[in-house]
């Protein structure tokens, strides 16, 4: 079972950026295809990215597109998730997440099957 560690968020300002680091051990994160899935309080839990294979499109949700990147970096065994043009509204725990089916990505939280613990993301206005 692949384990997951987020690391990256902080407080920021509107605006600005921070990127979000999801380490793996024990397995190849390439055998996946990766999620960062965020929550708000008292919101749902919305996919926000998705990667997966080279030939596999990536995710991003309507709310995100244009503003963040996810990329991996295998050598590192990490995917990542950059994150710019910040807005209050993107203030959430968010989480990276792994599920074996690759052939797509996906924004639906239950389709993942391992979780990390969450990072925490706060903009300030």
């Known amino acids: 079972q692949v384990q997951l560690v987020e690391s990256g968020g902080g407080l920021v300002q509107a605006g600005g950026s921070l990127r979000l680091s999801c380490a793996a051990s024990r397995v190849p994160l390439e055998y996946f295809a990766i999620g960062w899935i965020r929550q708000a309080p008292g919101k749902e839990r919305e996919g926000v990215s998705c990667i997966s294979k080279p030939d596999v499109p990536t995710y991003y949700s309507d709310s995100v597109k244009g503003r963040f990147t996810i990329s991996r970096d295998t050598a590192k065994n990490t995917v990542y998730l950059q994150m710019d043009s910040l807005q209050p509204d993107d203030t959430a725990i968010y989480y990276c997440?792994?599920?074996?089916?690759?052939?797509?990505?996906?924004?639906?939280?239950?389709?993942?099957?391992?979780w990390g613990q969450g990072t925490q993301v706060t903009v300030s206005s």
């Open positions: 997440a792994a599920k074996r089916t690759v052939n797509y990505c996906s924004g639906y939280p239950n389709e993942y099957e391992s």
